[in-house]
């Protein structure tokens, strides 16, 4: 069964940690994405991937980290850097077009701070 | 600078009557149009959108208008069903970013609570 899977669904931070949230596609999308839930506010892009070995800041990169190794992986870094972490994490992934494919979600990820 | 507005924050509709819920855009380049439905701490799904060379979509119990020149569109969910209760987000693209139409701006959402 196609999807993406996003782990843990919960995550624990102690202060000046950096903490790791994973996601893994098997949609054969080329394209990821990384967005952050606060109450009250929409989805808002951290970082995204067009394509393995690529990826480009969103509107809120500051303080994250991600890597795209692998097509099917894109994992985002939370540094020690970002002094409010605490928020809900979605990854998603999308293969072009939109009208055909629209960008599929994980389950999310929550982060709070110790 | 909020691109997407949903305004309502939430919006409460007796079961079997239709649900109305509003989405104003300012970017006169976003060509692209989704919604997204959303439960507690799981993923948006995917509902239903619309192309800007279209001025209504149909699938089901689910109607998207698009009224291009007041920059607005709209969700119509009838007859409203207890499974609808979510908060539901507005998404818009704009064709000819750097990477194709894939980057989606979000609205803030409306909590929609179906009274049974």
């Known amino acids: 069964d196609g999807g993406i899977t996003q782990s843990p669904k919960y995550l624990f931070r102690k202060e000046g940690q950096n903490v790791t949230l994973s996601c893994e596609q098997n949609l054969n999308h080329d394209a990821m994405y990384w967005y952050r839930q606060d109450p009250g506010q929409g989805l808002r892009l951290i970082y995204y991937?067009?394509?393995?070995?690529?990826?480009q800041k969103g509107d809120i990169a500051e303080g994250y980290s991600v890597s795209r190794e692998k097509k099917e992986s894109f994992p985002l870094t939370v540094t020690s850097a970002q002094k409010n972490p605490t928020a809900f994490y979605l990854c998603?992934?999308?293969?072009?077009?939109?009208?055909?494919?629209?960008?599929?979600f994980g389950d999310g990820t929550r982060l709070s701070i110790l | 600078d909020q691109q997407v507005k949903q305004n309502s924050p939430s919006l409460s509709v007796q079961e079997g009557r239709i649900s109305i819920l509003n989405c104003d855009y300012t970017?006169?380049?976003?060509?692209?149009f989704l919604w997204y439905k959303k439960y507690p701490a799981e993923g948006p799904t995917f509902l239903i959108s619309i192309s800007s060379i279209k001025d209504k979509n149909e699938d089901g119990r689910f109607t998207v208008f698009l009224n291009k020149s007041a920059k607005h569109l709209s969700l119509h969910i009838v007859p409203s069903q207890p499974g609808d209760s979510a908060v539901y987000f507005c998404?818009?693209?704009?064709?000819?970013?750097?990477?194709?139409?894939?980057?989606?701006?979000f609205g803030t959402g409306t909590r929609l609570t179906i009274i049974p």
């Open positions: 998603a992934s999308g293969q072009g077009d939109l009208s055909n494919q629209p960008q599929h």
């Open positions: 970017n006169s380049m976003f060509d692209y």
């Open positions: 991937s067009q394509i393995v070995n690529d990826f």
């Open positions: 998404a818009a693209s704009a064709a000819g970013w750097n990477f194709g139409n894939e980057k989606l701006t």
